[in-house]
């Protein structure tokens, strides 16, 4: 069953140049980036690092996402006129959507993680266990589906100006305006609260750790800049121009047509989180680099959990001292 929609005309050609140079360009780079990553992880989760655990499911998540991509550049190069079936697209955008706020959770775990361990390395050593990752990601993975199961349960495909359109219709629906206000909230708002408190902590306690250089203390700093701008760049536009369309375009043909570019570029936007990730959270530590020469060239011994990673398996906070301060 094709739902009507009400006549409002959009022209969307910025669809058909956009979305499949942008969403190409993603493939090309998370695809091997992540298998890397999800590899890594593996080998981490071997030497019992329960961090190995958070970054294989963010792998996951950014994986499966952007397996997803090729369809919307299908969908994007034939003029936005979905081809396929009325589950698919319902299936598709769920997807989308369960996928990109689990890895907005699982960044919120790998710094909750980091803030136990460094901040407070002895109160919550017994509860930074493989086990309590494998259960905590279990129920990040079940928020996030249940809280997008509407999308499954919804008729997504509109007859839109003679074209099918797939979810994102303009003017938006109303349900969708109230389901977007929660998930800015919990899936955006929240995690980027957590991140930036506990990252402002663990910086604070590397600070006044005497076992670690300003050299060192200056790439943590620097480090854990970058991963709060490249989780505000690839999100936060989009859910502001979201929570804009949420609250103003509901039945509001004029509204939705003003918001459809800055929409549709800050969408393109998120996917560059699947590119960052790999490269912050994996390829950025010794012990990281070192699994991936490995991997590439097939020789060497592969590289015991470092003294020096206990952030991030990135690098230079040591473990002992540390937890000993």
């Not at 956009?18 to 190409?24: G, N």
């Not at 981490?44 to 958070?54: S, W």
């Not at 996951?60 to 550049?73: I, K, M, Q, R, S």
Request: charged share 15%; aromatic share 12%.
């Amino acid at each position: 069953m094709i739902n009507i929609n009400e006549e409002c005309p959009i022209n969307h050609d910025i669809d058909q140049y956009l979305f499949p140079v942008a969403y190409i360009t993603v493939i090309i780079i998370s695809i091997p980036t992540n298998c890397i990553s999800l590899y890594v992880s593996c080998l981490q989760i071997k030497k019992k690092n329960e961090l190995g655990i958070y970054l294989f499911n963010l792998s996951f998540a950014d994986l499966l996402y952007t397996l997803v991509l090729p369809v919307w550049v299908y969908y994007s190069l034939n003029h936005n006129n979905w081809m396929l079936s009325e589950h698919v697209c319902s299936l598709v955008a769920f997807l989308l959507h369960s996928n990109l706020y689990s890895s907005a959770g699982f960044l919120t775990c790998i710094s909750l993680d980091r803030y136990f361990a460094v901040v407070h390395p002895l109160n919550f050593s017994q509860i930074r266990t493989r086990r309590t990752a494998i259960i905590v990601s279990v129920v990040v993975w079940l928020i996030q589906h249940l809280s997008n199961a509407i999308i499954l349960t919804k008729n997504e495909l509109f007859n839109s100006t003679g074209d099918l359109t797939c979810y994102d219709v303009f003017p938006m629906e109303q349900w969708k305006s109230t389901f977007n206000i929660i998930h800015i909230c919990i899936g955006h708002l929240l995690p980027l609260c957590i991140m930036v408190l506990c990252y402002q902590r663990i910086f604070a306690a590397v600070k006044k750790n005497q076992a670690t250089g300003d050299r060192d203390k200056q790439k943590i700093k620097q480090l854990l800049l970058t991963i709060i701008v490249s989780f505000v760049i690839s999100f936060t536009p989009y859910h502001v121009v979201l929570f804009i369309r949420s609250v103003g375009e509901p039945k509001n043909c004029t509204f939705a047509k003003n918001m459809f570019v800055p929409y549709k570029l800050t969408l393109a936007l998120t996917s560059i989180n699947c590119i960052a990730d790999p490269f912050l959270y994996c390829f950025v530590s010794e012990a990281g680099r070192a699994d991936v020469r490995t991997i590439l060239h097939c020789r060497g011994k592969q590289t015991e959990p470092s003294e020096k990673s206990i952030f991030m398996m990135t690098a230079i906070i040591p473990t002992s001292d540390q937890e000993n301060v």
